[in-house]
């Protein structure tokens, strides 16, 4: 399984972008995708997830109801609509994926739920 985030970029504060992280290997159907985000000096932290089977999505307190994730699965393609972006938001979003497991439902906010990494995208939010 390969993943191939891309969409990032220079923004300013106020503005909106949109990720895609393409999938080839598997079909995200029978897959779990996230997207995590790792700012400078810091550790890489949880964003967003999505279940295999759809259905409610997960964020990061933080962030629900500015981050929005979804998937298309016609395209096996994940996004991550982001608005009113901050220069807090500055960072590298990577895209994640895993096999399906009821655990998910517990699990989706940590790094070792995730089997498949992409390579990230970076996200500059200027003030």
């Known amino acids: 399984v390969q993943l191939q985030a891309s969409g990032g970029g220079l923004v300013q504060t106020g503005d909106s972008l949109r990720l895609s992280c393409v999938i080839s290997?598997?079909?995200?159907?029978?897959?779990?995708t996230g997207w995590f985000r790792q700012a400078p000096g810091k550790e890489r932290e949880f964003v967003a997830g999505?279940?295999?089977?759809?259905?409610?999505?997960y964020y990061a307190d933080s962030l629900e109801g500015r981050f929005s994730i979804s998937r298309d699965t016609a395209i096996n393609t994940v996004y991550l609509q982001m608005n009113n972006l901050a220069p807090d938001d500055t960072a590298l979003y990577y895209c994640?994926?895993?096999?399906?497991?009821?655990?998910?439902?517990?699990?989706?906010?940590?790094?070792?739920?995730?089997?498949?990494w992409g390579q990230g995208t970076l996200v500059t939010v200027s003030s």
């Open positions: 994640a994926a895993e096999p399906p497991r009821p655990s998910y439902t517990r699990t989706y906010s940590l790094e070792s739920t995730y089997n498949y």
């Open positions: 290997g598997r079909t995200i159907s029978v897959l779990s």
């Open positions: 999505l279940a295999w089977s759809g259905g409610k999505p």
